[in-house]
């Protein structure tokens, strides 16, 4: 247990013993908690700026991969104070990361070829949600929806939580790599991001899917339910799905 905590500094006690228990290593969650507190592992609260919170309306939950991607932006820095951003697009029912593109700056007709690149792996998504960052409603980004035929929901504007789920995502990026991590070079910064995504995709349990993690999930899915073609209606969000 002290070994996982010592290289997963911001996992709690509950991700811990899932890891435990594919070493197979098993006990009941009072035990788990009482060794996990005994050991002083609790994970320190990080001290943040109060935020304003608005009504959270839920979104659906799409029921296969591809129904619905989610697309934000997040920034930090190198050593010398210098920023750069990172383009993070993620699944929203496997909760998996499709793709983080790390830069100095990153415009539209960038973000359209990054997309090309991802569908080229993943498969083209039914609908893409963002908000409405000057990258997204972009001439080269209108242009790139009506050549791909995908649906594109941007949510109102100042209201963060209608992304829920790539907000969600940001939030474990920050925490367990960005926060974690003191960059020197945009280089460096790849290479950490491409490793923790690798952990993230395929090690790191998720709890929106009971501990399996958001790979096994996709594959899962394909075994369960088949991909079939789509309506026009396919983009999983009500009309009220963002209201509020």
């Known amino acids: 247990m002290r ?3 010592e290289t997963r500094r911001r996992f709690g006690y509950r ?6 228990e594919r070493e197979g290593v098993t006990m009941n969650k009072k035990k788990l ?5 005994e050991e002083r592992l609790t994970v320190r609260k990080r001290r943040g700026r109060k935020r304003a ?4 309306t839920p979104m659906p939950v ?15 820095t190198f050593g ?7 383009l993070a697009v993620i699944d929203d029912m496997t909760r998996e990361s499709i793709g983080m593109v790390a830069d100095t700056s990153i415009g539209g007709v960038r973000v359209a070829r990054e997309l090309d690149a991802m569908i080229r792996i993943y498969g083209k998504p039914d609908c893409i949600v963002s908000d409405n960052g000057t990258e997204f409603t972009s001439r080269a980004m209108l242009e790139w929806q009506t050549r ?10 100042g209201k963060p939580q209608q992304n ?23 280089d460096h910064a790849r290479r950490a991001l491409a490793r923790w995504r690798y952990d993230y995709n395929h090690v790191r349990p998720h709890s929106a899917h009971d501990g399996e993690t958001p790979a096994s999930a996709r594959a899962r899915a394909a075994v369960d339910r088949p991909r079939r073609d789509q309506g026009p209606d396919a983009c999983p969000l009500s009309s009220n799905a963002f209201s509020g």
């Not at 991700?15 to 435990?20: D, E, N, P, Q, T």
């Not at 908690?33 to 507190?37: A, N, T, V």
């Not at 296969?64 to 997040?74: G, I």
């Not at 010398?80 to 990172?86: A, L, P, T």
């Open 3 to 5: 070994e996982i905590a």
């Open 15 to 20: 991700r811990i013993g899932l890891l435990l």
């Open 33 to 37: 908690y009482r060794l996990y507190s």
């Open 53 to 56: 919170m608005g009504t959270r």
């Open 62 to 76: 799409p029921d296969r991969p591809n129904a619905r991607w989610s697309l934000d932006f997040v920034s930090d």
């Open 80 to 86: 010398s104070s210098r920023r750069f951003r990172i």
């Open 148 to 157: 791909t035929g995908t649906e594109w929901h941007y949510i109102d504007p």
């Open 164 to 186: 829920a789920f790539a907000e969600s995502f940001n939030g474990r990026l920050r925490d367990e790599c960005l926060n974690e991590t003191w960059f020197d070079s945009l």
